[in-house]
Structure formats: C-alpha cells, structure tokens
Nanobody, 123 residues
Framework: QVQLVESGGGLVQAGDSLRLSCAAS????????SGWFRQAPGKEREFVGG????????VYSDSVKGRFTISRDNAENTVYLQMNSLKPEDTAIYYC????????????????WGQGTQVTVSS
C-alpha cells in the first residue's frame, strides 16, 4: 500500500507559478513510476506528466510541455510538479499517482491516487 498526499494548490493569477508536492508513505515509493493528472469540472481526468522510476525520464502532455516540470526525491519519498506560466485553462484538481506498469500516462496503469489539490488560475 502507498498513501499519497498532495499539497501546494491554491488561487493564482495567469502567468504565475505554483509548485505542487506529493508526499508518499507506506511501501517504498521508488518502486513506482510517478505521475500527475488533473480533472477540470465537467471533464474527464487527464494526464499531465509522469516520470519513469528507473530512467528518471519525464514525459508531458502537449498542453503543459515547456511550462511544467516533474521531479522526484526518492530519499524524501516526494514528487513535485513545478508549474510555470499558468493559464486559466490549467484550473483543475490535480492528482498525484503511482504506477507499477507503464505507460504512466494511462489511467489503467495507476495503482494509487492521492486525494487531489485544487489549482485555480484567474485571468
């Protein structure tokens, strides 16, 4: 079992930055590939970015590529999502995820979810 707790969400203006954190507890987090998803009101949950646990290679959705960066600290069992140049369309609940199988971009790969943290970007 892995428990994931996100933090760092909030209300910001367009162009601002936020850094989300995802603290993992339970089974060793380094066993899992990590990912971030988001869900806006009335929309399906979508992939934002993910990191391969072995290569530490990150992949991103086209909508955030170049603005968001994922990093992880296995010693601290924490994954981060640095979000720059935020846009109103980035407004959503952001979820941290842990997956054993790849690709981490697939909802079907996810073994554990966090409870989510709200990010609201005003124009």
């Amino acid at each position: 079992q892995v428990q994931l707790v996100e933090s760092g969400g909030g209300l910001v203006q367009a162009g601002d930055s936020l850094r989300l954190s995802c603290a993992a507890s339970g089974r060793t987090f380094s066993f899992y590939n990590s990912g971030w998803f988001r869900q806006a009101p009335g929309k399906e949950r979508e992939f934002v970015g993910g990191m391969n646990r072995v290569t530490n290679t990150a992949v991103y959705s086209d909508s955030v590529k170049g603005r968001f960066t994922i990093s992880r600290d296995n010693a601290e069992n924490t994954v981060y999502l640095q979000m720059n140049s935020l846009k109103p369309e980035d407004t959503a609940i952001y979820y941290c995820a842990a997956a054993i199988p790849l690709p981490v971009s697939s909802l079907r790969s996810i073994n554990y979810w966090g409870q989510g943290t709200q990010v609201t970007v005003s124009s």
